[in-house]
């Protein structure tokens, strides 16, 4: 019933072709009802993609509906902190790019929603959820932003984030920034949303746009994404540029998508993805043409991959025991899509990982030199902020920001350290340390632990125990939805949480899939083999949903 995608079978130049040279096709072959369009909060880049060519809908209409969606839940959630204004504008002018046989690629006219420290040269604040930054005007575009739209995405709008990337309170909340106050997740009320993409992830959950952008320094795409029952990538420290993305740490820092189905997440992977003279981590990239990773996804690819399971990160309590159990049953099912398991492929500097606070000093003095580099190349600068020490008093003399009930004593100690920019002694050396401890300590490691001469592809765990060991050395993670808490369970806070539930009825959790530096090719298929077989994101249940269709905007 669906006409295929077959432009990208056929490759650009022979969609053009068959638009320019027949041009009755475009807009005149819709085969489907409107009421059997999919759902916005499970439709695909691929049913976008026939729909607009088919001329089912336009991305006029799709960014009406989004736009209405955002408009229902986001009293309740707060996970979208501004819309693009020129948003209707620029989805019209895609339009008439397809109308006149351009399109660009997969992500044409497809609007998706970036975090809030991802600059834009528009009428957008780029401001990390905090009011320092509101007025600020970047020298241009961050490269990301660029790049989605020379992929013919509609930057639809910024999503809320726990402000500063989490990087400011050490009694604050995941999800609360100043100018968008708490964001909530959709599956329990008052549930915390997980952060620091909190806003992305929920908007992704929900379908209030197509896809998003988070970012992650350590757990902030992989946490909020597993949280909230999606698919979060957090690619290889250097494989998407930083180029002004509000910083915490150049060692760290990644932009990646965060979508609801794996190859949805591959498609933007590889728009974004690429050397950047901006950013001079990506020129670590291995290969000169980005992989087109979304492109030989298969159902079989665990088939024979050897997968580790490193138990000694694991740790038990008891609010992981549901999450270890559904690991343990998840283990049986990649062994039966034909992958060989290996137990106890463990990190070998685990414990000495576990000890060290090199991350601590190591971020402290990255975000000192990085925020300042950042700053000093914005073009306007409302409230003169140029360094760490301004936006400290900023913060603190601005009762929207809601000091001192959420404190900044992670600024500073970040202050504090003797190290005045991270060129000093001890931060390379805290780096080096890093780099041994997230890599032969850690993941290469446990890769080359067992399975031969070539070692393991690829390692698994419950997302919850991922992200730290991947952070430190800037390797990548691929997330996709594991499970959910029963129905039966108890919502209940902890000490630190105020207001939110930290666990509760119907929370979900992911599997995570970790690999060598650059191998997100092989964390994609093996992700994507995983998903095809169990579709556990449909178990998903949420208290609140948005109800605009794109049915009633045609
Ligand atoms: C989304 O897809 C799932 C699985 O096919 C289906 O159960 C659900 O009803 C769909 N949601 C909507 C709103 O159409
Ligand atoms: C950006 O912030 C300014 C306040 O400085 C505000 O007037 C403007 O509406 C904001 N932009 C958007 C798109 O919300
Ligand atoms: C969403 O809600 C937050 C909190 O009220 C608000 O700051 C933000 O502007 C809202 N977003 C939109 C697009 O209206
Ligand atoms: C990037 O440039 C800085 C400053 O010149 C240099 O210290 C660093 O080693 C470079 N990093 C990479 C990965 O090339
Ligand atoms: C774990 O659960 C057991 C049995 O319900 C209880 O006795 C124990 O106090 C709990 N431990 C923690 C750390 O909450
Ligand atoms: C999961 O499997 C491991 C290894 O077999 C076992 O040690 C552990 O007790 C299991 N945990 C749960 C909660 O089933
Ligand atoms: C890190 O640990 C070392 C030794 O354990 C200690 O001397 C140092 O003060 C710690 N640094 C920070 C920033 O906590
Ligand atoms: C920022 O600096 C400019 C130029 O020195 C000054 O005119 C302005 O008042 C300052 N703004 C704030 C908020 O301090
Ligand atoms: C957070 O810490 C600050 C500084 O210690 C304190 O004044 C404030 O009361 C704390 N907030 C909460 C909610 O505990
Ligand atoms: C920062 O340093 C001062 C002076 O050494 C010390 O009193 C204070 O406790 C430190 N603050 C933090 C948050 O580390
Ligand atoms: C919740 O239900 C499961 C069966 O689905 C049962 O095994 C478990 O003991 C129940 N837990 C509580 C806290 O009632």
Not at 79 to 108: C, F, M, Q, W, Y
Not at 259 to 267: E, I, N, Q, S
Not at 431 to 447: F, Q, T
Not at 518 to 537: G, H, M, P, S, W
């Amino acid at each position: 019933m669906f006409s295929k995608p077959l432009m990208y079978v056929l490759g650009l130049q022979t969609v053009s072709a068959i638009a320019v040279s027949n041009p009755l096709r475009y807009g005149y072959s819709c085969k489907i009802m409107p009421a059997d369009i999919p759902s916005l909060v499970n439709i695909t880049i691929d049913d976008i993609t026939t729909h607009l060519y088919d001329g089912c809908f336009t991305s006029y209409q799709l960014t009406q509906a989004y736009i209405a969606r955002i408009g229902q839940v986001n009293s309740t959630l707060h996970a979208v902190v501004e819309l693009n204004p020129d948003a209707l504008t620029i989805a019209a002018s895609l339009d008439a790019e397809r109308r006149n046989g351009k399109i660009r690629g997969p992500l044409h006219g497809v609007p998706i929603l970036i975090k809030d420290n991802i600059a834009t040269l528009d009428k957008m604040n780029t401001t990390a959820g905090s009011y320092a930054l509101l007025g600020a005007v970047p020298p241009s575009d961050s490269t990301m932003a660029a790049k989605l739209r020379d992929a013919g995405a509609i930057i639809l709008g910024k999503s809320g984030m726990s402000e500063w990337a989490n990087y400011r309170s050490s009694n604050g909340t995941s999800g609360w920034g100043a100018r968008h106050g708490q964001i909530t997740s959709a599956y329990y009320p008052n549930l915390d949303p997980s952060g620091s993409s909190s806003g992305s992830a929920i908007a992704t959950d929900l379908g209030l746009s197509l896809a998003t952008l988070g970012t992650e320094t350590s757990g902030s795409i992989i946490s909020p994404s597993e949280r909230n029952n999606i698919v979060g990538i957090k690619p290889t420290v250097g494989l998407t540029s930083r180029y002004l993305v509000i910083p915490i740490s150049e060692h760290q820092d990644t932009i990646g998508p965060m979508a609801r189905t794996v190859k949805d997440a591959a498609y933007i992977l590889s728009a974004i993805a690429g050397k950047d003279k901006n950013d001079n981590y990506t020129s670590q990239i291995p290969f000169d043409t980005i992989p087109e990773y979304w492109k030989n996804l298969k159902r079989t690819s665990l088939k024979g991959a050897k997968i580790g399971i490193p138990r000694n990160a694991i740790t038990s309590s008891n609010d992981t025991t549901t999450i270890i159990t559904a690991f343990n049953q998840t283990i049986e099912i990649i062994r039966n899509l034909g992958a060989e398991i290996y137990e106890n492929a463990n990190f070998p500097a685990y414990d000495q990982f576990l000890q060290s606070n090199n991350s601590d000093m190591l971020m402290g003095v990255d975000f000192k030199t990085n925020l300042k580099q950042y700053l000093s190349l914005l073009v306007q600068n409302p409230n003169n902020i140029t360094s760490l020490s301004d936006l400290i008093k900023f913060v603190k003399s601005d009762p929207r920001e809601d000091y001192p009930d959420r404190d900044v004593d992670i600024w500073i100690q970040a202050e504090n350290q003797t190290c005045v920019d991270n060129t000093c002694d001890a931060a390379r050396k805290a780096y080096e340390s890093n780099l041994y401890l997230g890599g032969e300590g850690g993941i290469l490691g446990a890769l080359k632990s067992a399975g031969g001469k070539d070692g393991l592809d690829a390692l698994i765990l419950p997302s919850s125990f991922a992200s730290d060991i991947a952070a430190i050395a800037g390797y990548p993670v691929v997330t996709v939805p594991m499970g959910f808490y029963p129905s039966n369970t108890t919502a209940a806070k902890d000490e630190y949480s105020r207001e939110l539930f930290e666990i509760a009825p119907g929370l979900p959790f992911g599997l995570s899939f970790l690999g060598r530096r650059f191998d997100e090719q092989k964390l994609i298929n093996f992700a994507f083999a995983y998903e095809q077989e169990t579709k556990v994101r449909e178990r998903g249940t949420t208290y609140i949903a948005p109800k605009a269709e794109i049915k009633d905007f045609l």
